[in-house]
Nanobody, 121 residues
Framework: VQLQASGGGLVQAGASLTLSCTAS????????MGWFRQAPGKEREFVAA????????SYADSVEGRFTISRDSAKNTVYLRMSSLLPEDTAVYYC???????????????WGQGTLVTVSS
């Protein structure tokens, strides 16, 4: 399976942006999906995750209430809707597929190539 992330770009603080991650080569139905990010000079960190049917979601405290993760299994795509963006949200965003239905039980074993989000102040 390959994951292709897209939708990144340069936006001003306060703006909104939606990232997409499409799976090819194998369906991602049946697996949790997640978004992670890595800011310059920092380690990769968890952003959000969704379970295999889209009923359960979890978020990092730093994005809770501003970001929304969702999935469309018919399109093999997971989304990250980001609003009220802050300069500290600047990072390369990666999508990942877990090896279980529930993200709390998953190890993230398939990664996309990342898409850059830059938020200017």
């Amino acid at each position: 399976v390959q994951l292709q992330a897209s939708g990144g770009g340069l936006v001003q603080a306060g703006a909104s942006l939606t990232l997409s991650c499409t799976a090819s080569g194998h369906t991602f139905s049946g697996y949790a999906m997640g978004w992670f990010r890595q800011a310059p000079g920092k380690e990769r960190e968890f952003v959000a995750a969704v379970d295999w049917v889209g009923d359960y979601t979890s978020y990092a405290d730093s994005v809770e209430g501003r970001f929304t993760i969702s999935r469309d299994s018919a399109k093999n795509t997971v989304y990250l809707r980001m609003s009220s963006l802050l300069p500290e949200d600047t990072a390369v965003y990666y999508c990942a597929r877990g090896n279980a239905r529930n993200p709390t039980r998953s190890k993230w074993n398939v990664w996309g190539q990342g898409t850059l989000v830059t938020v200017s102040s």
